[in-house]
């Protein structure tokens, strides 16, 4: 395997310019479809395409995992009362790295090189499905998000690219 290459700031700064340059129209911080998506990080997912979304249609958020976090709370509270948006999706996927790290191995290393351990927790899981279902009861059980009724959750199949619902 050969070492992976780095893009420079220069190289991504020429980049920023000839996208600044594309003619798209000036777009409002309200996403057109009233929409935000709580996602995993993870490189393989590309949530405009997989959801068929457009560039200002919607909110994503990513974290590692796709779990719903204070943090998450904290941007959909302020997605939801500021900026319009109403309806939730939560996608979690399979062969996720979070999967396969335990909070308490994890803690233990960074106690053991650092000499600290994090005071925000890691949000492991086996289950992405289950992983789901907890964030969406951490999002339904929030008193500061305003709008539940339209919440709903998926486990994206990274080999074959479909979503499937979690119930």
């Known amino acids: 395997m050969s070492e992976p290459s780095f893009p420079s700031a220069d190289e991504l700064l020429a980049n920023n ?11 409002s911080g309200e996403p057109s479809r009233r929409l935000a998506v709580v996602s995993c990080m993870d490189c393989r997912i590309d ?9 200002g249609q919607a909110h994503v958020l990513r974290n590692a995992g796709g779990v719903v976090t204070d943090d998450v709370i ?7 009362r500021y900026l319009g948006t109403r309806e939730v999706l939560i996608i979690s996927h399979t062969d996720c790295g979070l999967s396969k790290v335990t909070e308490a191995a994890f803690r233990s290393e ?6 600290i351990a994090p005071q925000w927790a890691l949000e492991d899981f ?18 500061f998000v305003l709008h539940t009724e339209h ?8 080999e074959t690219r479909l979503l499937r619902e979690v119930s």
Do not use: C, M, N
């Open 17 to 27: 310019v000839v996208a600044a340059s594309d003619g798209r129209p000036f777009l």
């Open 74 to 80: 904290r941007s959909l509270t302020l997605s939801q």
């Open 47 to 55: 949530i405009e395409t997989v959801l068929g979304l457009e560039h």
């Open 126 to 143: 086996t289950d992405p499905a289950d992983a789901v279902r907890r964030s969406i009861a951490r999002l339904v059980d929030s008193p």
């Open 151 to 158: 919440v709903r959750g998926f486990v994206y199949d990274v």
């Open 110 to 115: 960074l106690y053991a090189e650092l000499g």
